[in-house]
C-alpha cells in the first residue's frame, strides 16, 4: 500500500539507506518525503495494464567481448584512491570487523 | 573579445589554414575562464600545463589535417565524467579528492577527434538537480543574469558556453539535465538517443536514463562533437551497435515536408505565457520554411515528472550504495567499526539533496512498498514511452518548450523540492522513452532571458533532430550574452 503522508517510515529508511541523521534532518526529510510522496500518489493511484518493464532502456543487440586477459589498472593505481591503504601489501585498510 | 571565432567550425577552420594556433586558441580559453569564472563558479579543475603542453603538441604537427574533426577545439567536460589525472568530484564532498585512473569513454573520443580537455565544470552534486545550486563546491550562475540560475544539472557546462569560455562542453542528461541548462543559458544541448553514447567513466546516478551530450553554440557544433563521442563501446554493453551518420552533411536548411507535432495540450497550465510564445512563434518559423505543423496528444504525459522520479531515485539509491569510504572516495575520520564508518562516511559526503533521493529510491524499493511505487512506476514508464513511441509514427519530431519557464533566481527553489522537480516538467518523458531530444535557443524574454525549444526525434534518427534545428537556426542565429546582460547576436 502507498505510505500515508504522515507515517513516511524516516528511520527505518535511513539505516537501510545507511545515513546518521540528526533529528533536525530526520524532521525535514519526514517532512519533505511526505510532500514528495503526495506528489508521486497520481502514479500509485493510476491503473495501468501490461508489463512492468521499460523496453526503451534495454539495448538492441547486447555486445560481447573476446574473453580475453588485456591490460587492467595496476594495484598501485587501483589503491591511490583509497582513504587507507597498505601499498606493501596491496590492500584497503578498513576498521576492524571480527573482535 | 580576443579575435578568437566562438564557434568550433570557425575555431577548426582557423587552426586548419594556420590563421591560429591551438596554443593562441587555449590561451584565450584560460585567460577567459580566469577572468569569468571566479564570478560564474562554472569551472572546477582546471590543468593550465597540461592544456597548453597538448596544444603545443597540435602545433607541432606538419600536417593539421590529421589532428581530427574536432583540432584545436577547447573543450570542457562536466565533473562527473572521468578524466586521467584530473579530478573528478561530480560535485561532491564524497569524491572531493578523486582522481581518476582512466578517462571516460567520451573523453578519450573527444581527445582521439583533436579536441582538449581545458577542465571540469560544476554541477549539481551526483548530476542531481535542476539548478546547479546543489554543489559541494558552490552554486554556478547564469552568465545572462549573474542573480539566476543556470539552469542544472550541467550548469557548469551551460554557463561556460554561453559566457564563451569554451565553444564546446560534455554534459549529462538524466531527465533533462542537458537539454534544460542549454534552454536556461542560451545554448544549443542534446540529449542522444539511450545508447548512442557510451557511458564508461561517467559517474552513474540512473543507469537507465544516464546520457551524455553536447552542449554548444550552434547546431552544427552539436552534431560534429555528437559524431566524434558516438557509437559501440565494448566497455559498456548497453551501446547500440547503430551506425554513426555524418550528421554535418546534412545539413541543408531543407524541412519542407517534415511533419512536427505539437501538443499544444500540455501548454495550457504551468508554463509562462513568454515561453508558450516563442514556441508558438518557433513553430511558425519553421513551418514557413515547409514544415508541417499539427497539433498531437501525448499519453500519459501529466504522470512523466512523478514517474521520473520513483524510478531514478531508485536506480540512484542502488548506484550511490558503491560510496561506503573504503576503495575511494570521503572516509569519516575515527569511525570504530566498519558499519560506523560506512554510515559516517555517507553521511558526511552526500550533501542533502543526494541524501533526500537516496531515502526516496530506498523506500520505492523496500519490502512492501516495492509494487505500489516502483512496479507502478515502471507500468506506468511503459505507457509513456508507448505513447512518444505512438506520436513518432504519426509525424517525423515532437516540437515542446524545453523549461516551463526562463531561468529562475537562485535560492528561489532550493527548499522545495517538488518545485524544483517540475523544472523538468517538458524534458522527463525523452528521458524515460530513451528518445533523442535538442534544446535550442527561440527567442528571449522582455526581462532579456533565453528561452529553449525542444526537438524530441525517434530512437537513433538524430539526423532530422539536426536538420530541423539547423533550418531553425538559420533563420534565428544564435545569440550569446554580453557583458551587460543584453542579447548579442551571431552569425548562424
Known amino acids: ?99 | 573579445m580576443d579575435g578568437i571565432p566562438e564557434t568550433a567550425a570557425a575555431l577548426r577552420a582557423a587552426f586548419l589554414d594556420g590563421a591560429a594556433t591551438a596554443t593562441a586558441i587555449c590561451g584565450a580559453a584560460l585567460a577567459r575562464i580566469a577572468a569569468q569564472n571566479p564570478e560564474l563558479g562554472a569551472m572546477l579543475a582546471v590543468d593550465e600545463a597540461a592544456v597548453l603542453r597538448r596544444a603545443a603538441a597540435l602545433d607541432r604537427l606538419e600536417d593539421r589535417r590529421l589532428a581530427g574533426p574536432l583540432a584545436g577545439v577547447p573543450v570542457a567536460v562536466k565533473d562527473n565524467l572521468c578524466t586521467a589525472g584530473l579530478t573528478t568530484t561530480a560535485g561532491s564532498r564524497a569524491l572531493a579528492d578523486f582522481v581518476p585512473p582512466y578517462s571516460a569513454t567520451a573523453v578519450e573520443r573527444l581527445e582521439h577527434a583533436g579536441a582538449i580537455i581545458v577542465g571540469k565544470t560544476n554541477c549539481d552534486e551526483f548530476a542531481m538537480g535542476s539548478s546547479s545550486e546543489h554543489s559541494a563546491f558552490g552554486p554556478v550562475r547564469n552568465p545572462w543574469d549573474h542573480t539566476r540560475v543556470p539552469g542544472g544539472s550541467s550548469g557548469g557546462s551551460a554557463s561556460a558556453v554561453a559566457a564563451g569560455l569554451v565553444p564546446v562542453a560534455l554534459g549529462s542528461d538524466t531527465g533533462g539535465s542537458v537539454r534544460q541548462p542549454a534552454a536556461l543559458c542560451g545554448c544549443v544541448g542534446v540529449r542522444p538517443t539511450y545508447g548512442r553514447v557510451s557511458r564508461h567513466g561517467l559517474v552513474a546516478f540512473a543507469s537507465s536514463l544516464d546520457q551524455i551530450g553536447p552542449l554548444t553554440m550552434t547546431v552544427r557544433d552539436a552534431a560534429a562533437v555528437l559524431r566524434a563521442i558516438a557509437g559501440q563501446d565494448a566497455l559498456d554493453a548497453t551501446t547500440a551497435a547503430a551506425a554513426v551518420p555524418d550528421w554535418e552533411a546534412g545539413l541543408d536548411g531543407d524541412v519542407r515536408g517534415c511533419r512536427i507535432g505539437f501538443p499544444a495540450h500540455l501548454l495550457e497550465r504551468g508554463v509562462d505565457a513568454e515561453v508558450a510564445g516563442a514556441v508558438k512563434s518557433a513553430m511558425a518559423v519553421l513551418a514557413s520554411r515547409g514544415a508541417v505543423v499539427r497539433e498531437i496528444k501525448l499519453a500519459h504525459a501529466d504522470l512523466a515528472v512523478p514517474v521520473y522520479y520513483l524510478v531514478a531515485t531508485a536506480e540512484a539509491s542502488s548506484n550511490l550504495a558503491r560510496y561506503d569510504g573504503v576503495r575511494y572516495g570521503h572516509r569519516q575520520a575515527g569511525a570504530d567499526g566498519l558499519r560506523e564508518m560506512y554510515e559516517g562516511s555517507r553521511s558526511e559526503g552526500f550533501g542533502a539533496e543526494v541524501k533526500r533521493r537516496i531515502i526516496l529510491g530506498t523506500f520505492v524499493l523496500s519490502a512492501g512498498y516495492y509494487d505500489a511505487y516502483y512496479v507502478k512506476a515502471q507500468q506506468a514508464r511503459a505507457q509513456i514511452a508507448a505513447g512518444y513511441l505512438s506520436a513518432l509514427a504519426e509525424v517525423d519530431l515532437i516540437a515542446l518548450p524545453t523549461s516551463p519557464t526562463a531561468a529562475f533566481p537562485l535560492g528561489e527553489r532550493v527548499r522545495d523540492p517538488v518545485a524544483m522537480y517540475l523544472s523538468d516538467v517538458f524534458t522527463v518523458g525523452a528521458s524515460l522513452a530513451g528518445v533523442p531530444a535538442l534544446s535550442i535557443p527561440c527567442g528571449v524574454t522582455d526581462g532579456g532571458l533565453p528561452l529553449g525549444l525542444q526537438l524530441i526525434g525517434r530512437r537513433f534518427d538524430e539526423a532530422t533532430v539536426f536538420r530541423a534545428a539547423d533550418a531553425y537556426e538559420r533563420d534565428t542565429g544564435f545569440c550569446l550574452p554580453t557583458s551587460s546582460g543584453a542579447r548579442r547576436r551571431g552569425g548562424a
Open chain 1, 1 to 99: 500500500m502507498p505510505a500515508e503522508r504522515e507515517d513516511f517510515p524516516i528511520a527505518r529508511v535511513a539505516t537501510l539507506a545507511r545515513l546518521r541523521l540528526s533529528p533536525a534532518e530526520q524532521a525535514l526529510y519526514q517532512a519533505q518525503l511526505a510532500q514528495i510522496l503526495a506528489f508521486v500518489g497520481q502514479v500509485t493511484a493510476a491503473s495501468f495494464d501490461g508489463p512492468a518493464c521499460a523496453r526503451a532502456a534495454e539495448p538492441d543487440s547486447v555486445i560481447e567481448r573476446p574473453d580475453a586477459v588485456r591490460p587492467s589498472l595496476t594495484a598501485d593505481a587501483a589503491l591511490a584512491n583509497a582513504p587507507d591503504a597498505s601499498g606493501a601489501m596491496g590492500l584497503v585498510r578498513v576498521p576492524k570487523v571480527i573482535g
